[in-house]
């Protein structure tokens, strides 16, 4: 429980809910993280990266009471897995896709002679497109849409469930099983 004496918001409120509700919000990523995630990066790496939002948040939070703490952290988890969800599936190549030509935007392309790429390692990245663009033609449309919508426009796990017409946890397994397919998509190296 929290204590009355304490302030109601700010860092000093959050860091004495944060002893308080250790458990809670341990239990509370354990059982939002899916195994998906959890390939890239442990729960006590996102229980940290929680933490540490609500830290950087602390001065908009205001105490009302301990369930709206704990939805408040339920928010800021969800978040936080997605992003490393999202993380996870554009680090593994098959979602990479530059837009820009340019290896330093801001700084002007001659000043890069001496870094600029080799012909060799610029047609790879044309053909890693390429593969990535006909991969995605060959997925399903349920597949394709969901790639597009979360990985590709970063959109929200509630606004792609919302706009997909599921829960939450189903959108996560149809973006995990969307993944696997597009890997099986791509040529192997």
Not at 172 to 186: D, M, P, T, V, Y
Request: with cysteine; glycine share 4%.
């Amino acid at each position: 429980m929290y204590d009355p004496n304490t302030p109601s918001n700010g860092v000093s409120a959050v860091r004495s809910l944060l002893s308080t509700h250790d458990r809670a919000i341990r239990r509370l990523i354990s059982r939002r993280s899916g195994r998906a995630v959890l390939k890239r990066t442990t729960e006590e790496d996102l229980f940290h990266d929680v933490v540490a939002e609500a830290l950087t948040q602390a001065e908009t939070f205001n105490y009302t009471n301990d369930k709206a703490f704990l939805r408040w952290m339920s928010t800021l988890a969800r978040r936080i897995i997605g992003n490393a969800a999202r993380d996870r599936l554009s680090r593994n190549g098959a979602l990479r896709i530059t837009r820009s030509k340019s290896s330093s935007p801001g700084i002007p392309e001659d000043s890069l002679s001496s870094r600029e790429p080799s012909p060799s390692s610029v047609v790879g990245r044309q053909e890693n497109r390429s593969a990535v663009h006909s991969a995605l033609a060959r997925l399903s449309p349920i597949h394709r849409q969901v790639i597009t919508l979360f990985s590709l426009e970063r959109r929200p796990l509630t606004d792609v469930a919302n706009q997909l017409g599921l829960t939450k946890s189903a959108t996560c397994h149809r973006i995990s099983r969307a993944a696997e397919a597009l890997r099986a998509q791509l040529p192997q190296p």
